[in-house]
């Protein structure tokens, strides 16, 4: 199965807009008591979350999963620290290129796998303001090709 495979649960639309994507790699999560019933139900956010590498393991914050309903005196923090699962070579691959200035490990999506929640962390290049505006003019001018193409099919 290639990365990024199975039930998306949560897309981080930001992140493309907001960085390059240039590396991706598949991370599982630590997750605990009544975490997964609410990930499997789709209350995630990724808007503003983040991975950062402390102390040679990676982790996600601010990753908000909404407490399950019927999880009572079990239910988790909401925006609590996660920890990534990755390989060791794979973390000291991420440890060298986010050492680098202007790198950042972003969380592009969450899905499940094989019923396990699966990360998509992307290494990313933060973009400028000029960047974002000539990829907002690019996917403008795309989306009007697109429409003249359809409407010339449709006269035919």
């Avoid at 590498?53 to 999963?65: D, K, P, S, W, Y």
């Amino acid at each position: 199965m290639p990365k990024g495979e199975g039930k998306v649960i949560s897309q981080n639309k930001k992140a493309n807009h907001d960085y390059f994507i240039e590396e991706t790699y598949e991370a599982g999560l630590v997750l605990q008591g009544t975490e997964i019933k609410s990930i499997r139900a789709g209350k995630v956010n990724l808007k503003d979350s983040f991975a950062k590498i402390e102390r040679g393991e990676v982790f996600l914050h601010n990753m908000h999963v909404s407490p399950y309903e019927q999880g009572n005196r079990y239910n988790h923090d909401p925006l609590r620290t996660r920890k990534l699962l990755l390989h060791r070579k794979q973390i000291s691959k991420l440890i060298g290129v986010t050492k680098e200035e202007g790198y950042s490990l972003v969380p592009i999506k969450l899905y499940l796998k094989n019923g396990f929640a699966k990360v998509l962390i992307g290494v990313g290049k933060g973009k400028k303001k000029y960047d974002k505006r000539e990829d907002l003019k690019k996917k403008d001018a795309k989306r009007e090709i697109e429409r003249a193409f359809r409407d010339r099919q449709k006269q035919f």
